[in-house]
């Protein structure tokens, strides 16, 4: 049997510049973080012809080209192998659709255990570059490449997308003393809401390709952002990095109507009140979870857990994808 696992992310500046409608014409950056929270794949061969798969659906088909499931199926045909004699099962410590990049960690994850069953070894880059070909490429998903790179790297990581389509992604450079201080200050909630990303980037997608200068100025800014946030990190600057994730947040809601709402809207308000320097929701916008920077972190995990929201608290993860059983 091989058990995969590959980490979720959290985007901490610059989300939104690695669609392929921005970076193709202006270069993105972002940085983002792999948390201690995993997609876990396990395969291994039966002795039943069919090709058996588990995930929140169960399909047993004589063929991989048979799956309704289209990561899996597309991952399959891109590995070379037709799945008879194989079953596949996926879980996840979180449940897709609440921002944290569940999809791109999931295509790595099944894509690690492909290659290992093929006895194949690939790089990070390598591996990243394979899945967002799935997504993107195969599947016409309207998103960006960082879900897969942030999973396949690992770490807190600086991810720059360049106009050929080429991603270079380097580490941080942070003391161990400002990781653990970000680590600490750093506090999640569940918004109990869960959402497809699609349609949020698709309005972004498209109004960025039709040259929509609102859009495209605020993705400036954002990306503007991201690099101050990068040197803010590195200088061990927290508080005022906490600072611009609230300006990013206001910046980031003005990109789709679709990306907050009141409820979401109050939270924030009453965490900024209690303790929060800064924050903003994970992912595409719309639901998921809300993280902040507070200073005063118990204050804050008080006020937010009164209102019934659930926190999960997390660590940064610098593994990456990475088989942990064969």
């Not at 409608?21 to 993105?28: A, N, P, Q, V």
């Not at 891109?78 to 295509?107: C, H, K, N, Q």
């Not at 061990?236 to 609230?246: E, I, N, Y």
Request: hydrophobic content about 40%.
């Amino acid at each position: 049997m091989i058990i995969t696992r590959s980490p979720l992310r959290v985007t901490l500046g610059g989300g939104g510049t690695d669609l392929p409608s921005y970076y193709r014409e202006h270069e993105g950056f972002l940085i983002a973080a792999a948390i201690d929270k995993y997609v876990y794949l396990t395969l291994h061969q039966t002795f039943d012809e069919d090709l058996i798969v588990k995930y929140s659906k169960l399909e047993r088909v004589a063929t991989a080209a048979e799956l309704e499931h289209p990561i899996i199926r597309e991952a399959f045909r891109l590995v070379g192998l037709d799945g008879r004699y194989l079953e596949v099962t996926s879980m996840a410590d979180i449940p897709a659709g609440t921002g944290l990049g569940s999809s791109g960690s999931f295509t790595t994850a099944l894509l690690k255990a492909l290659h290992t069953y093929r006895r194949a070894l690939l790089t990070p880059a390598e591996l990243a570059e394979q899945a967002c070909h799935i997504e993107i490429d195969r599947l016409g998903e309207p998103i960006g490449k960082q879900d897969q790179y942030i999973a396949a790297f690992g770490g807190l990581t600086c991810l720059r997308f360049r106009r050929d389509g080429s991603v270079e992604a380097s580490p941080l450079r942070l003391s161990a003393e400002t990781q653990h201080n970000l680590e600490d200050s750093l506090v999640m909630v569940f918004t109990g809401y869960s959402r497809r990303a699609g349609s949020i980037l698709k309005e972004q997608d498209h109004r960025t390709r039709r040259g929509d200068s609102a859009m495209v100025d605020g993705l400036h800014m954002v990306k503007e952002l991201g690099l101050r946030g990068l040197a803010c990190l590195e200088a061990g600057r927290l508080d005022v990095f906490g600072r611009l994730m609230h300006e990013h947040w206001q910046h980031k809601k003005q990109r789709s109507g679709g990306m907050s709402n009141p409820e979401i809207d109050a939270w924030y308000d009453l965490a900024m009140a209690n303790g929060a320097l800064g924050g903003k929701l994970i992912g595409a916008g719309g639901g998921g979870f809300l993280m902040f920077y507070a200073e005063d972190k118990k204050r804050l995990r008080h006020a937010l857990l009164e209102q019934g929201l659930k926190e999960v608290r997390v660590r940064f993860d610098f593994e990456g994808t990475k088989v942990v059983a064969q």
